[in-house]
């Protein structure tokens, strides 16, 4: 069974692989005005380099024993901090549309939170193991959790990037979610922080304003913040069932910002149609329900975990790129996992790839995942009972006996 769900996982995400390579040359062999010197072949070259990388990374991972990782959660923790301080510092991070984000060597642009969204879900996982008879409490499970979380969080919308901030977080608490910690802690915080951390934004950076405004209004800003979604909307409305044709997108001649990036997916949707666009959602759809069937029968707590938060992180990625494409959320710049051109997402994702199919190769079959819960549920009602006062114990009421 393993090796099917294995096989049918790393099937699902070579085909998607296989969509973005086409729709990367696709929509970015004309992004040099013709008769130029300069080779239209530009960004397929760079995505296919990234995509040898990613695979390679991929390959490697997934014949690691995906245990090690949570030995290294604490130092890929702080490496990732790291980094997204470096970014923040003058002279060394990189600014592009009023974001300081990347950090660049050579001619390579290298973006700090595409490392971050791994480095924290393997935090997360690794927490939820370490603490699972706590992570139920608010003073050493919860605020613990917040804590290491918005850490990343804050330092993300500092670039300023407050999608990649709501995006770590969701993300994360997924996994902190499923390892045991309390929905109704994390409700009561949200409540107070969102409305909060969303004010600042809107009041702070004039670009958050700006797009906030256009989505509630698409003609407040026609020619400038609303320009690019009212584009996307026309490619998008423009491919009809069957699409245009591959490579005939009338949108990607310089009237669609970002068009291999993050908005390829209009041009997909301009020339593949709604068959094309349906058939790479219902890809994604697929690939989600794969990967919980790999963290379902996970052999241990902290594999389960992974491969859920990666699949999850996959899933709300794509879901927000689609949902800015078709303006459904505000504009926010964030790539289509696979699909878009972008080295750095494109090498982690795919390594985050080699960590599900590295916990794919060791699933074990459905009776003994459900015996290994029932275990790991007895084991953590012992360690409760074992922290449990014994004054608190004897002061539960004793049922009468008749």
Excluded at 32 to 37: I, K, M, R, Y
Excluded at 225 to 236: P, T, Y
Excluded at 330 to 342: E, M, Q
Excluded at 363 to 385: C, H, P, T
Aim: hydrophobic fraction near 50%; charged fraction near 15%.
């Amino acid at each position: 069974m393993h090796k099917s769900l294995h096989n049918l996982y790393l099937l699902n995400v070579l085909a998607l692989v296989g969509i973005g390579a086409v729709m990367v040359f696709s929509s970015s062999a004309i992004a040099e005005l013709p008769g130029s010197d300069a080779d239209p072949f530009l960004f397929i070259k760079r995505h296919g380099m990234f995509l040898l990388f990613g695979l390679v990374s991929m390959l490697a991972i997934s014949r690691m024993d995906h245990t090690r990782l949570q030995t290294l959660a604490k130092p890929l923790y702080i490496f990732g901090l790291a980094l997204l301080v470096v970014t923040l510092l003058p002279g060394i991070g990189t600014s592009y549309n009023g974001a300081r984000r990347w950090l660049r060597f050579g001619g390579v642009g290298f973006q700090t939170t595409d490392f971050a969204k791994i480095a924290l879900l393997i935090a997360a996982a690794a927490f939820a193991v370490a603490r699972k008879d706590k992570l139920g409490t608010f003073k050493q499970g919860f605020i613990p959790a917040c804590g290491f979380v918005g850490v990343y969080a804050v330092l993300s919308m500092a670039q300023p990037d407050l999608g990649t901030s709501i995006f770590l977080m969701v993300s994360s608490f997924v996994v902190l979610l499923a390892g045991g910690l309390r929905g109704r802690h994390l409700l009561l915080v949200l409540l107070i922080i969102l409305p909060l951390a969303g004010g600042v934004m809107f009041t702070k950076f004039d670009h958050v304003k700006q797009r906030v405004l256009t989505f509630m209004d698409p003609e407040y800003d026609p020619q400038g913040k609303g320009h690019q979604v009212r584009q996307s909307l026309i490619a998008v409305g423009s491919g009809g069932l069957d699409g245009q044709g591959l490579g005939q997108s009338r949108q990607k001649l310089f009237y669609l910002p970002e068009q291999e990036t993050d908005f390829i997916f209009a041009v997909l949707s301009e020339e593949l149609g709604f068959v094309g666009s349906a058939f790479t959602l219902v890809l994604f759809g697929t690939l989600m329900l794969l990967g919980v069937a790999v963290a379902a029968r996970a052999p241990d707590r902290f594999g389960s975990l992974l491969a859920l938060g990666v699949t999850a992180a996959i899933g709300i990625q794509a879901c927000m790129n689609v949902a800015v494409v078709t303006a459904s959320v505000p504009t926010k710049g964030i790539g289509l996992p696979f699909i878009s051109f972008g080295g750095s997402a494109c090498f982690f994702y795919l390594t985050g790839v080699g960590v599900v199919l590295s916990v794919a190769r060791r699933a074990v079959g459905a009776k003994q995942a459900n015996q290994l819960g029932i275990d790991e549920s007895m084991a953590a009602e012992s360690d409760r009972v074992a922290a449990t006062p014994p004054c608190a114990i004897a002061a539960k009421p004793v049922a009468a006996v008749a």
